[in-house]
């Protein structure tokens, strides 16, 4: 499979010989390679092919009588195509006028605006929401009326205190976190900002067997995996937000994993991921095809992101890492939860399935990659589990990650009350990752305080290597609330009770 940047630097080859004087049309043969003989007869093309159907539509033109076959050019008269060509330099020179964008054009040293000056609409709302959610640090009990922030700090463009005397008072503790909010502040007029972004032409080729994935870092992973090369730290920033979803648990149960005995694995963890590592690095076969060289297909991985919000809704070339790490698996990525549709994905129709009695829990199904499937579920867990929809559970081919489940969250508690202990039923390694150390410290103590005593930790709490490097705000409390995705990551599973048999021998009586 060709990359996006490969795929582009054909279709300017093609698009340069279509308009050359001496060349006519391109190479059929050649053409076939790069599109399927049926991309344009769906509606649903890609990107990619986008550039090609324009090159086809410019050839194929003025002619009623012809119908082209899909993914082919009609072979033209000379005198025909010097027509074509002498109409495209017409065109070219008096080319029609661009509609100009509706979002402003905003330059990488044009970045930082106050959210309430900022060209972009969806800042100014954003800057809104801060002002009607969010709090002043400086509470003063007797200024009634004064508590709600409007005064916007010069330097980070936030509004974060309700007055300019607040924000005077309280500039000692401000200024820790002035340079990252700015920061914040910059990334996000980037991602809005309409320039082009190369950094999320994703690597979607497999990982050869003689190429070995360097988890030490991001910059060693993105290289050892043959990412396009990112030399600008805000660039890193946005891609990393999403990588570092697939990524962390890619990390962690890979053969090659950082995590070992020497840093933070346990005796259990390595018992535990050494069975889901057999699965995932299948030994060499020499089968040939034959009836009598066949071989038995493993059953594919399963992944069970549980609580799944944002991550459900990710492009699937993201979540499609997984299977290129694993060139030789068949994975199942299963979303579960109740805010799995929260937010609509962009490729796929709307809405999901509904529910139906051959589809009870309206489970939307994708395949958006080679040995890959998705099944979304706007369910709770524990509710899919008392029907026995996932039965039987393997630890050599299912993991449960949980993104941020906020276990001691009070809106949340009763839920994952109900779900745990159907979890550690499992006995499959059980991955959770935090915002902050704070939020994933609160995670293991309620999970201890819930379930003492039935659970091994697979790894010891402590930050992950993968996390995202972009900083998230919080609406709510945007000095207090800054935070990364993924930042710390753990894991545990349902305690596994071994029995032993002790042989006795009759005592020996001596004479």
Sequence with gaps: MKSSRAVSATLRGCASAASASTASVPDPARLARILPRNALRSRNYSSASRPLQSIFSFLNRNDPDKVPEPGFPIMQSHERRKERIKQAKESWKNPKPVKAPSVAMLSQTNLFHPLSESPIPEMREMGKRIQERAVCPVNVPHEVGKHQVNFECPDCGIPIYCCEEHWMDDYENHVLVCETMREINEDEHDLRSGREFPEFEYQLLEQEDDCLINFTNWDTFLYTREFEAINDMRALRQVTKLLTYPVTVGSIIHELSPYNLNNRLTYEGLKSLAATRYSLHPVLSGSDGTLKGQKQIPPPMRIFVLGARGEASLPREVW????????????????IGPEVFLQRPRHLDWPPPPRSPGNPFGTLYERPAPRMKISSTSEYFHTLHKTG???????????????????????????????????????????????????????????????????DVLMEPGQNRFSSLRWNILETDPS??????????????????????RVTTPDVIQL
């Excluded at 499609?320 to 979303?335: D, E, G």
């Design 320 to 335: 499609a890492q997984l299977p290129f790490m694993f060139p030789r698996v068949n994975f199942h990525l299963a979303f």
């Design 389 to 455: 929809m996932f039965a039987p559970y393997d630890p050599y081919f299912d993991v449960f990650v949980l993104f941020h489940p906020g276990f001691s969250h009070p809106a949340s508690m009763t839920n994952w009350e109900e779900t745990l202990p159907m979890l550690l039923e499992t006995k499959c390694p059980i991955i959770v990752t935090g915002y902050t150390k704070e939020d994933m410290d609160n995670d293991v103590e309620w999970v201890n305080n819930t379930a003492k005593g039935e659970f």
């Design 480 to 501: 207090g609330g800054l935070s990364q995705s993924n930042w710390g990551v753990w894991a545990f599973r349902g305690k596994r009770y071994e029995t032993m048999q």
